[in-house]
């Protein structure tokens, strides 16, 4: 059975920062690019960051500069450091493996 559990997210004020961490199991982690994506209200789902299995990492236009993916194969995680968050990073995060999917964690950021 694969999960993919996420954690990290809260509450936080404009120019505040969190880090999301993705727990993954039932998956060999080390050979699948890993992802996180957003949606805010009333919009769709969007892709915020990838990292391959080989460690090479795109963003969404929207947080380069801004978020940070990594990943540690030891301990099946893939990470989301986001910095300077801005109100609309608002949204429900989800990590992404394959097709399978976490249940999202809310990133709220106020201004």
């Known amino acids: 059975q694969v999960q993919l559990v996420e954690s990290g997210g809260g509450l936080v004020q404009a120019g505040g920062s969190l880090r999301l961490s993705c727990v993954a199991s039932?998956?060999?982690?080390?050979?699948?690019?890993m992802a996180w994506y957003r949606q805010a209200p009333g919009k769709q789902r969007e892709l915020v960051a990838r990292?391959?299995?080989?460690?090479?990492?795109n963003y969404a236009d929207s947080v380069k500069g801004r978020f940070t993916i990594s990943r540690e194969n030891g301990k099946n995680t893939v990470y989301l450091q986001m910095n300077s968050l801005k109100p609309e990073d608002t949204a429900v995060y989800y990590c992404?493996?394959?097709?399978?999917w976490g249940q999202g964690t809310q990133v709220t950021v106020s201004s």
């Open positions: 990292i391959t299995s080989g460690f090479t990492t």
């Open positions: 039932g998956i060999i982690f080390r050979t699948n690019t």
């Open positions: 992404n493996g394959g097709p399978w």
